[in-house]
T-cell receptor
Framework: DAMVIQNPRYQVTQFGKPVTLSCSQT?????MYWYQQKSSQAPKLLFH???????NEADTPDNFQSRRPNTSFCFLDIRSPGLGDAAMYLC???????????FGPGTRLTVT | GNSVTQMEGPVTLSEEAFLTINCTYT??????LFWYVQYPGEGLQLLLK?????DKGSNKGFEATYRKETTSFHLEKGSVQVSDSAVYFC???????????????FGKGTHLIIQP
């Protein structure tokens, strides 16, 4: 089945220690998104790629970076995680802008 | 800017009860509207969608109709099951390819609890 895969499902990192979350898709979609979701809140868009074109949301902290080396993979890098960055990180894809998005299962990040 | 407002939860119902979760939106133009469902510890699953006025989206017994005159997209189900317990998010996507957000604008989510 075509799908969005996120690894790992659970990630524990130390305060200030860089961490990378990964996302892959077999849907061959053009657009890939990263959302942050804190407990009992709606997902918040951090950034997205339309093909190789990177689009950063205005209020995304500089601490968060992303890479998309090819169509299938996208990475979220947190350079110096703080306690406030503990959250569920959701990857999503869509075939084009402004149409339905398909989400992966998420990576729950804990910062100790 | 765009916004989505949905009823606060938790909403607690008995099995086989009728469900309505209200959703209203503010947007320019003609957005596409979605309902997503999130089960504990999982990502969001697309439940249904509607892309223009008077469209009805439906899936797994759930329905929602795009009402432009009332800017609403209420989610309904005739007979809920315990397995429907989850958090439900109403969301919109801007129309067209011009300026504005490319991501989804979500409501805050409604936690639904179905008791046997």
């Amino acid at each position: 089945d075509a799908m969005v895969i996120q690894n790992p499902r659970y990630q524990v990192t130390q305060f200030g220690k860089p961490v990378t979350l990964s996302c892959s898709q077999t849907l061959n979609h053009n657009v890939m998104y990263w959302y942050q979701q804190k407990s009992s809140q709606a997902p918040k868009l951090l950034f997205h790629y339309y093909d190789k074109d990177f689009n950063n949301e205005a209020d995304t902290p500089d601490n968060f970076q992303s890479r998309r080396p090819n169509t299938s993979f996208c990475f979220l890098d947190i350079r110096s995680p703080g306690l406030g960055d503990a959250a569920m990180y959701l990857c999503a894809t869509s075939r084009d802008r402004r149409v339905e998005q398909y989400f992966g299962p998420g990576t729950r990040l804990t910062v100790t | 800017g765009n916004s989505v407002t949905q009823m606060e939860g938790p909403v607690t119902l008995s099995e086989e009860a009728f469900l309505t979760i209200n959703c209203t939106y503010t947007a320019t133009g003609y957005p596409s509207l979605f309902w997503y469902v999130q089960y504990p510890g999982e990502g969001l699953q697309l439940l249904l969608k509607a892309t223009k006025a008077d469209d009805k989206g439906s899936n797994k017994g759930f329905e929602a109709t795009y009402r432009k005159e009332t800017t609403s997209f209420h989610l309904e189900k005739g007979s809920v099951q315990v397995s429907d317990s989850a958090v439900y998010f109403c969301a919109l996507s801007e129309a067209g390819s011009g300026g504005g957000a490319d991501g989804l604008t979500f409501g805050k989510g409604t936690h639904l609890i179905i008791q046997p």
